[in-house]
């Protein structure tokens, strides 16, 4: 802790990655899911790394997804629970197996907390949101239950907004330099979501969290107004 009572908070990024958009899953839909490390620096903008390409705009990127943060840590346990469905995919020797733009280890969603913000090379960016998996997970791992297994588990990654554009590379560092909200680790944050999830008093706070992405704060007001869960399935298992 430093002398403010915050966590010291300071973790190397192992790889970072950017995907142009190609043709995905049996249908060929366009996506930027499959991501290669990138050498060298790389321009962040309002809008993620310059050289990173989404094929669905409306669902990926954008001001409040500009980059996606998977922790490595989480990769043993798949491999380990992937040998079930025939084996863990190649996707997963190597960091990029859930179309993040960053890799890390030694910082997972218990130990982050929406609205902190993080040094990150010499840009600004703030935590803005979970993910919410999709069916897309499912054609990438050969699994149909991958993005219903990623959802279940917390172990979903999640997404910055940039506060102040700048450059990053790897081997640069992420380092906490501010935590609004120490209340609402995304772990807490993904409970309220997938599992206690009409919990009323829990979603009017999360309903109210100013740093929140807003599409997540709508859909807490939802399940305050209406008393019932959203339809997943389309988002899980695809149209």
């Known amino acids: 802790m430093n002398a403010n009572g915050m966590p010291h908070v300071d973790v190397r990024i192992d790889t970072l990655l950017a995907g142009r958009v190609r043709p995905f899953g049996p249908k060929g839909v366009p996506s930027g899911i499959d991501k290669t490390a990138v050498d060298g620096p790389v321009r962040v903008t309002t809008v993620g790394l310059d050289i990173d390409e989404q094929g669905d705009p409306k669902h990926h990127g954008g001001p409040e997804k500009a980059i ?26 190597h960091a990029g197996a859930f179309g993040e733009n960053l890799s890390t280890t030694g910082l997972t969603e218990a130990d982050v907390c929406i609205g902190d913000r993080f040094q990150m090379g010499t840009a600004l960016v703030e935590v803005s949101q979970a993910r919410q998996p999709c069916w897309k997970l499912n054609h990438r791992f050969g699994f149909a239950g991958m993005s219903r297994a990623v959802q279940g588990s917390g172990r979903t990654g999640w997404y910055y907004r940039v506060i102040e554009e700048g450059e990053v590379a790897a081997g640069d560092h992420l380092v906490l330099v501010a935590r609004p909200y120490p209340n609402w680790s995304l772990q807490r944050l993904l409970h309220v979501l997938y599992v206690d999830r009409l919990n009323m008093d829990a979603l009017a706070d999360m309903a109210e969290l100013p740093v929140l992405a807003e599409s997540w704060r709508k859909l807490a007001r939802q399940r305050l107004a209406n008393h019932v869960v959203e339809d997943m399935e389309r988002r899980l298992a695809g149209g």
């Open 68 to 93: 996606h943060h998977y922790p490595r840590d989480h990769y043993a346990g798949w491999r380990s629970e992937l040998v079930e469905q025939g084996g863990p995919p190649g996707a997963l020797d």
